[in-house]
């Protein structure tokens, strides 16, 4: 009997052995506890490591960059920032060079939406023209970001800019400066303007003429040049026939100051006038070096054009975009001044 009762204790042991350790094919629970709220901790450390740096997990997109002219140095400098951001995040570019022309411009942009690119960033030639591109994109579903010269009232998703207003009174305070340390007396000064499309760039000569004017100045006449060196030197030319008692001219732009600066060059006046202008551009920079130029006030092209392609991506993964003016969906950049000695001064405000 006592053998039957240990050989049936013996079974029971064996049994509650099997149950407790044995494995179950069907269920889903692997290894220990322990380890498996390892693995847990581990997948949850993955994960947020994963939503840390899906900011910059930017590969296998596919972006247009259309730009205005590539023979100026402005925008040499801005397409490099676009190529070297976009080497950066790995994302693929497809370039296309508008060459200042409005129809080559939008049939350049369609071209880029109909390739299936993920975002376009666009420097335009014809702000007008930006609807119809912005339209074609959101109907692809594409994000839209502009940088420079202007919107045209087209519903974009992100616009980076200069700070061209306070750039122009910049540009007014620093001539008021030179003016009173040469000793020149007039009072007489002038604007040459760029293209009316590019209605932000003509906020720089509307800054200038802010300051010259509260400071008693007289205000003469302005030009259009339309971004042009050869333009500039034209303008100049007849601004010296019309109003030869002329002190001061702000140039829009480098282009057309190097090109005023010519004019004044020819009219024996070098040094009698203080050209100013805006962009930084280092051919510009070497003309004040040469004291053709008083000085300029400086952007970052470069610094807008990688920003420009950083914010299409993020856009096209659907990531937050921190704006500096959120009504205007606006990134804004600073601008610094060059001075008489071809010097960058951060410091002059």
């Not at 003509?202 to 007289?218: L, S």
């Not at 470069?302 to 659907?318: D, N």
Request: net charge negative; aromatic share 8%; with cysteine.
């Amino acid at each position: 009997m006592k053998k039957f009762l240990a050989i049936l204790m013996c079974l029971v042991i064996a049994l509650s052995m099997v149950g407790c350790g044995g494995s179950d094919k069907n269920s889903e629970t692997i290894g220990t506890p322990e380890t498996s709220n390892a693995a847990e901790e581990n997948s949850n450390t993955s994960d947020a490591a994963e939503k840390e740096d899906s900011s910059s997990d930017y590969s296998g997109l596919k972006i247009g960059w259309s730009v205005y002219n590539i023979a100026y140095e402005y925008f040499i400098s801005m397409e490099q920032g676009v190529v070297d951001k976009a080497k950066e995040l790995g994302i693929e570019l497809i370039k296309h060079d508008q060459g200042e022309d409005a129809t080559e411009m939008v049939t350049g942009c369609e071209n880029m939406i109909a390739q299936g690119i993920d975002a376009l960033v666009i420097s335009p030639c014809k702000p007008e023209s930006m609807t119809q591109i912005v339209a074609a994109a959101d109907e692809a579903g594409i994000p839209v970001v502009i940088v420079d010269i202007g919107t045209g009232d087209s519903d974009y998703d992100a616009f980076i800019i200069s700070d061209v207003y306070g750039g122009g009174q910049m540009a007014g305070r620093y001539t008021l400066q030179l003016l009173q340390e040469a000793g020149i007396t007039g009072k007489d000064y002038a604007i040459i303007k760029c293209e009316e499309s590019a209605v932000y760039a003509i906020q720089r000569g509307e800054g200038f003429k802010n300051v010259m004017d509260e400071a008693g100045y007289n205000f003469t006449t302005q030009i259009t040049a339309n971004s042009s060196q050869d333009q500039g030197y034209n303008a100049m030319k007849d601004i010296l026939t019309a109003y030869p008692d002329v002190v001061a001219v702000y140039c829009e732009n480098d282009k057309m100051a190097m090109g005023a600066a010519n004019a004044v060059e020819e009219a024996g006046k070098t040094g009698d006038i203080i050209i100013m202008g805006f962009d930084g551009d280092a051919a510009a920079v070497e003309f004040i070096k040469e004291g053709k130029m008083a000085g300029t006030i400086a952007q970052d092209p470069h610094g807008m054009g990688a920003k420009g392609l950083e914010i299409a991506a993020k856009l096209a993964k659907g990531e937050t975009v921190e704006f500096d003016d959120a009504a205007k969906k606006q990134i804004n950049f600073d601008v610094y001044l060059i001075d008489k000695n071809g010097n960058a001064d951060k410091n002059f405000k």
